[in-house]
Antibody, heavy 115, light 110 residues
Framework: QLQLVESGGGVVQPGRSLRLSCAAS????????MHWVRQAPGKGLEWVAL????????YYADSVKGRFTISRDGSKNTLYLQMNNLRAEDTAVYYC????????WGQGTLVTVSS | QSALTQPPSASGSPGQSVTISCTGT?????????VSWYQQHPGKAPKLMIY???KRPSGVPDRFSGSKSGNTASLTVSGLQAEDEADYYC??????????FGTGTKVTVL
């Protein structure tokens, strides 16, 4: 059964860092591009980042470029999002999603940036 | 990249049809066949309903259909059912490996 399980969210002060993880199972992880998408409380979806199936190509939304880094570990079937210099406006539920069609999503992990 | 424009709300009675629009530009919706639609119930993760403008994933009822004309894509839900009440988001490829979501539409079943 295909599963994506995010973890690593929490409350963090502005300017600090946090690393999110997304554990994948039930499919061949190394065959798929993967995304991070976020949703601020009561707001819409915002695409954050994309990593190619083999990890060689990475793309970011302008709002996080230079602060966030997407990566993956094929040996652990896990996707990561390293978030540095966090701002209040980064407060959101962060979802990982599979493939260019965003065909499967995790349940999300909440990141709250507050002093 | 600006969000694609969707109406904030749409509604219909059970059995009726509702159509949601998603307006972008020639740099996203109008320029590619990669438009998809997602259903999100409160507190839940989004679910893929339509991909590549009009294709339905396995398990999605054929009451859901998608189309595109120029810079505007549309999702039609026919034969509305109570469980269709949810938020719906469109998404489009925007070139250079960037993606953009719509502003979202809340569908209410009267």
């Amino acid at each position: 059964q295909l599963q994506l399980v995010e973890s690593g969210g929490g409350v963090v002060q502005p300017g600090r860092s946090l690393r999110l993880s997304c554990a994948a199972s039930g499919f061949t992880f190394s065959n798929y591009d993967m995304h991070w998408v976020r949703q601020a409380p009561g707001k819409g979806l915002e695409w954050v980042a994309l990593i190619s199936y083999d990890g060689t190509n990475k793309y970011y939304a302008d709002s996080v470029k230079g602060r966030f880094t997407i990566s993956r570990d094929g040996s652990k079937n896990t996707l990561y999002l390293q978030m540095n210099n966090l701002r209040a406006e980064d407060t959101a539920v962060y979802y990982c999603a599979r493939s260019t069609q965003f065909d499967y999503w995790g349940q999300g992990t909440l990141v709250t940036v507050s002093s | 990249q600006s969000a694609l424009t969707q109406p904030p709300s749409a509604s219909g009675s059970p059995g009726q049809s509702v159509t949601i629009s998603c307006t972008g530009t020639s740099s996203d919706v109008g320029g590619y066949k990669y438009v998809s639609w997602y259903q999100q119930h409160p507190g839940k993760a989004p679910k893929l309903m339509i991909y590549e403008v009009s294709k339905r994933p396995s398990g999605v009822p054929d009451r859901f259909s998608g189309s595109k004309s120029g810079n505007t894509a549309s999702l039609t839900v026919s034969g509305l059912q109570a469980e269709d009440e949810a938020d719906y988001y469109c998404n489009s490829y925007a070139g250079s490996n960037n993606y953009v979501f719509g502003t979202g539409t809340k569908v209410t079943v009267l």
